[in-house]
Each structure stands twice: as C-alpha cells, then as structure tokens.
C-alpha cells in the first residue's frame, strides 16, 4: 500500500470513529441496552456501503476515494470488534436469546441493508 493510500484510510477513519462513538452516546439513552444503538450505526453503515459500491461502479478508478470512504469512514464508523464484545457480554450475563437478535439483526440485518444500498444506488 502506498503513503498516499494510507493517508486516505486515516483521514476517512478519524471522522469515522468520532461519528460513531458521538450517535452510539446520543441514542444509549434511548435504547434499552447499548448494543442495539451499535447495531444501528452498523446497520446505517452496511447501507451506506451497498451505496458507495453500487455508484462506484463503471466510475472509472475511484480508488482512492473508496479508501477514503468504505475503508477508513465506514470502517471505522462500524465496528465489528465492538459488535462481538457486546455479544459475549449478553452471553455472559445469560441473556442467551438477547445475543441471538443482536447477532441475527447484526448480520442478516447488515447483509439485506448492504443489498439495499447497492438497489438504491442501481435506480
């Protein structure tokens, strides 16, 4: 990987992170545990992807700019780490069934709104 490129990845990631951590923080007080409000922000970002990729295609080379974006921002803004942690702590307090919807809304969730992305972005 070039210097360039890993200027992109970090310049995408820092407002990434920050975006993140300031939505989980805002809705924790509206969800009841603060594992939805992550999958939410997970969710918004697998949207976001399936957008980015399907207007990326036949754009010409946008690699760079996809680094910035889906590698640094959205990756950053979504948090798989964080999502697994969260779902060992509900496994942990034995909350069985409440890790089972996280994982379920988390990955089936993050697919079908990743394939939303890429319909909205083909209309």
Known sequence: MALADGVM????????????FY???HFQPMVPRKH???A?????????????LS??????DLHRLALLLSVGFLGSFSTFSTFVVE???A??????GEALRLAG?????GLLALELGRWLGGL
């Open 91 to 96: 496994l942990g307090e034995g909350q069985a």
């Open 23 to 25: 939505l989980v923080n």
């Open 87 to 89: 779902l060992l702590q």
């Open 55 to 60: 207007l990326g295609n036949g754009c010409g």
């Open 9 to 20: 990845v970090a310049t995408g990631a820092v407002p990434g992170a920050w975006l993140r």
């Open 40 to 52: 939410g922000v997970n969710l918004v970002a697998c949207l976001a992807l399936g957008l980015l």
């Open 105 to 109: 809304l988390s990955v089936g969730g």
């Open 36 to 38: 939805w409000a992550t």
